[in-house]
């Protein structure tokens, strides 16, 4: 059995990509990123957890940006057990370091902050009252996805950019 495969010999590449998430193995997630066709970057295992839920949940950073860098990649799946998308899993990690790097990931990768999980709370209502970084982090994300391309056209968008830039910079 090939060193890198671990545990997942005769699993098929879902579960493989599933397994490579949970425990940051690069060298799987590679192997099977390169098999084109054979795989479903947003698969789910019973839970309802996506490769991406599992990278979050378990930390798994190096996985995270192959997933990510995926042209197939939905950022936004939501599981079944607490309707939870990823962005939801990772502000509530313990480690802020940890959190903090995730959480820039996804957003950067087109994470929807708007997003209600089963609870009814966006990703905001989740962050701890006196996380200030990651709760300017969020917003700021918020500010500019509400910048849409009508603004720009319009002018609107120098208004907004000057009102976001008082807001979060001075």
Known sequence: MDASDGDTKGASNNERLLAAARTDNEELILKVLGEEGTFD?????????TPLHNAVINGST???????????CDVDPINRIEGATPLH???QLGHPGLRKHVVESLLEAGADTSIKDKNGFIVLDLILSDDTEMRTL???SQAQSSISK??????TYFFSLSLFHSFFVT
């Open 41 to 49: 970057i947003n698969c789910q295992d019973g839970l309802g957890n």
């Open 138 to 140: 969020i917003r700021r």
């Open 150 to 155: 009508d603004d720009i056209a319009s002018g």
């Open 89 to 91: 899993l990772a502000v």
């Open 62 to 72: 190096d996985v995270l940006e192959h997933i990510l860098e995926h042209e197939g």
